[in-house]
T-cell receptor, first 114, second 112 residues
Framework: EADIYQTPRYLVIGTGKKITLECSQT?????MYWYQQDPGMELHLIHYSYGVNSTEKGDLSSESTVSRIRTEHFPLTLESARPSHTSQYLCASSRGTSDAGELFFGEGSRLTVL | GEDVEQSLFLSVREGDSSVINCTYTDSSSTYLYWYKQEPGAGLQLLTYIFSNMDMKQDQRLTVLLNKKDKHLSLRIADTQTGDSAIYFC????????????FGTGTRLLVSP
């Protein structure tokens, strides 16, 4: 069973609010990721991190920002939420080796912006 | 950029075999994966295959890889209602960083 946790699981907020989606893992993985999953099910990488103090933008442009101050923690922040940000956000982590590289996923945070 | 395509939906009866297909465009793909997503949950790795393999079998799961045609398939033998989920194909190239490109996902519905 993967030890990666996301909170909140569900969030409904109004336009203009600042939100932070939390992601924590207890596996000591160096690499962490945020994926956005749209209603059509496809996943898009929006942020990733190689380790502490490392953050990179993914393939899909996103207005969100991330930080990696501690190995186990990789929060995602939206300064001013809009309805277009409504989506499911999935956090994942993996070991820092060049093996097959299994991603361990959290259960997701479903965000609805009214 | 890389692209991974899957059919959106598959319906089978319990006890039948299911075959989920995937095509990809990146010829430098090193690893190809199948992930499963159950309702309300994150993705879970089912199996993966290294690009120099043609086939991998793991209990009820059989993965076939045709590297020439860039075609990957997942066969589930004796499909059960508990196999109903969304199945994602994914690929990565060996950059030492597990940046996966996911397919669109195939929703498998198993009826009794």
């Amino acid at each position: 069973e993967a030890d990666i946790y996301q909170t909140p699981r569900y969030l409904v907020i109004g336009t203009g609010k600042k939100i932070t989606l939390e992601c924590s893992q207890t596996m000591g993985h160096d690499k962490m990721y945020w994926y956005q999953q749209d209603p059509g099910m496809e996943l898009h990488l929006i942020h990733y991190s190689y380790g502490v103090n490392s953050t990179e933008k993914g393939d899909l442009s996103s207005e969100s920002t991330v930080s990696r101050i501690r190995t186990e923690h990789f929060p995602l922040t939206l300064e001013s939420a809009r309805p277009s940000h409504t989506s499911q956000y999935l956090c994942a982590s993996s070991r820092g080796t060049s093996d097959a590289g299994e991603l361990f996923f959290g259960e997701g945070s479903r965000l609805t912006v009214l | 950029g890389e692209d991974v395509e899957q059919s959106l939906f598959l319906s089978v009866r319990e006890g039948d075999s299911s075959v989920i297909n995937c095509t990809y465009t990146d010829s430098s793909s090193t690893y190809l994966y199948w992930y499963k997503q159950e309702p309300g949950a994150g993705l879970q790795l089912l199996t993966y295959i290294f690009s120099n393999m043609d086939m991998k079998q793991d209990q009820r799961l059989t993965v076939l890889l045709n590297k020439k045609d860039k075609h990957l398939s997942l066969r589930i033998a004796d499909t059960q209602t508990g196999d109903s989920a969304i199945y994602f194909c994914a690929e990565s190239s060996n950059t030492g960083f597990q940046k996966l490109v996911f397919g669109t996902g195939t929703r498998l519905l198993v009826s009794p």
